[in-house]
């Protein structure tokens, strides 16, 4: 029905979705799947999705599989079995870095936090809130900011059970120049995805170290590899507020450590961007959507070496 209202020519296909790989096959719609998703292959379910999603891309006959970043974009290889030379990974537009160098956390007994992305558990929400209460019983008064969609009286329930409502502020959705802003206010940028979350490379990783705040990213695989942990950011482990909190006090109490993150966050910054810039990808699909120039194969993940 959906396909009938709007009379699609084309399909950019920014979920795996089966049902709508399906109908563009059936209706011969040109489509580019352009995901944001690390895929993992745990459990028959998760097999078996994968296979259903493998078999409905292949026969899409899509140009090439586009993915964000180069975790994510591996994982179509090394998961979804498909081939490298027709695997495009993507990224977003360069954001301006800030270009002071921040020296350390402005009040050691109150540091500030911010968060921006979906308020879920499986982002880690709640980890944040156990780890400002952890916090609070050594004697640091962390406040964080949330800034993002939906629902939130149950996490100031939960702040509240927690006694640290005074130390957390919902701001639902703001727009992205304030989020930046937030960044760079605050002396953390946390991003503190869960495993159970399927991304890529977040945008908050590239605006949080463009910011010149430290950096505190989960272990979530799809962050594995690309920034060097107590150089460019500060690693904990994933749905673990207490190893959370144990980075939030490293930073807060070494003034070297802090600073060095925020000096080298201009050079990790750089270093992300891998791929395609989404617009051109886009660009490039709609002028030739049967690949004919061959800009797959300049783009795709085996002209880039890997």
């Known amino acids: 029905a959906l396909f009938e209202e709007l009379g699609a020519t084309h399909l950019v296909l920014r979920t795996p979705h089966v049902g709508f790989l399906t109908e563009a096959t059936r209706r011969r719609i040109p489509v580019l799947p352009s995901f944001a998703d690390i895929f993992s292959s745990s459990g028959f379910r998760g097999r078996y999705r994968n296979l259903r999603l493998r078999r409905a891309l292949i026969q899409s006959k899509a140009p090439c599989f586009a993915n964000h970043s180069l975790n994510a974009s591996l994982s179509l290889n090394e998961i979804l079995n498909l081939p490298r030379d027709m695997i495009v990974p993507w990224d977003w537009t360069r954001i301006p870095v800030v270009n002071q160098t921040k020296s350390q956390v402005l009040d050691t007994s109150m540091p500030t936090a911010f968060f921006a992305g ?23 008064e962390l406040k964080m900011s949330f800034a993002g969609p939906g629902e939130v009286s149950g996490w100031m329930n939960r702040a509240a059970q927690l006694g640290i409502t005074k130390q957390v502020k919902f701001m639902g959705v703001i727009a ?55 150089k460019e950011c500060l690693v904990f482990k994933a749905a673990d507020p207490e190893s959370l909190a144990a980075s939030i006090q490293r930073g807060t109490k070494d003034n070297l450590l802090y600073e060095q993150l925020s000096r080298n966050s201009v050079d990790a910054h ?37």
């Not at 992205?176 to 890529?200: A, C, I, L, T, W």
């Not at 992300?272 to 800009?295: A, C, M, Q």
Request: include cysteine; glycine fraction near 6%.
């Open 176 to 230: 992205n120049s304030e989020v930046r802003n937030q960044m760079y206010k605050n002396d953390f940028v946390v991003v503190p995805s869960r495993h159970s979350y399927s991304e890529g490379l977040p945008n908050t990783i590239y605006e949080g170290l463009a910011s010149r705040s430290a950096l505190i990213i989960s272990d979530h695989p799809a962050f594995a590899g690309r920034l060097k942990p107590d």
């Open 270 to 306: 750089d270093q992300l961007y891998l791929g395609v810039e989404w617009t051109s990808l886009v660009s490039s699909f709609i002028k030739d959507p049967t690949n004919r120039t061959s800009w797959v194969e300049q783009s795709s993940l085996k002209s880039l070496g890997y």
């Open 118 to 140: 979906k308020i879920s558990a499986d982002k880690g929400v709640g980890d944040c809130l156990e780890a400002i209460a952890l916090l609070r019983r050594s004697n640091v």
